[in-house]
């Protein structure tokens, strides 16, 4: 939250100094933690995540849209739990749902002043946040559920974020979210 809070005062970041224009935001924060029961989620583990999730996109959006022209893009971080749900991470799985409709909302607001917003929904990827509270033999098995019985490498994610960000090859799109999940075709 202090981060957001810090965005939201500073009139003038220091990157608008030093390049004068902000073209492209990606959101891409998260915090994650696997409960086996709702039981064993605490208030304080929900607010975090709706925090760091949500809220934080919420704040960058809104300090960075005054300083975005026509062209300009947001490329935000959803994920496959976003559609299908998870039964060990209710908050996480609640956040990316709602960054997915935060995109296509903020998209239809955003559509007369020329700025697309977009969303990257990756399924199993090889990063820590995805293995970060699993024990070795899960994290052994970390995307062989998906049908190419792997999680993705980030530099297989990474195109769909500068396509998005690419006014040359997605002027015409906005509101979508596009999910990157291994060959699975009913999630998204």
Known sequence: ?????????????????????????????????????????????????????IFG??????????????????????????????????????TKGAI????????????????RVNCVAPGPVWTPLNVADKPAEQVAKHGEATPMERPAQPEEIAPAFVFFAAESTASYITGEVLGILGGETTAA
């Open 1 to 53: 939250m202090q981060s957001g809070h810090a965005v939201r005062r500073r009139q003038h970041p220091e990157f608008l100094k030093k390049f004068g224009k902000l073209d492209i935001l990606v959101n891409n924060a998260a915090f994650q933690q696997h409960q086996e029961n709702i039981e064993d989620l605490s208030e304080e583990q929900w607010e975090r995540t709706f925090r760091t999730n």
């Open 57 to 94: 996109y919420f704040y960058m959006a809104k300090a960075a849209i005054p300083q975005m022209k026509p062209g300009s893009a947001i490329v935000n971080c959803g994920s496959e739990t976003g559609f299908e749900g998870n039964k060990q991470l209710l908050d996480y799985a609640a």
């Open 100 to 115: 997915h409709n935060f995109t296509k909302s903020l998209a239809q607001n955003l559509v007369e002043k020329g700025i």
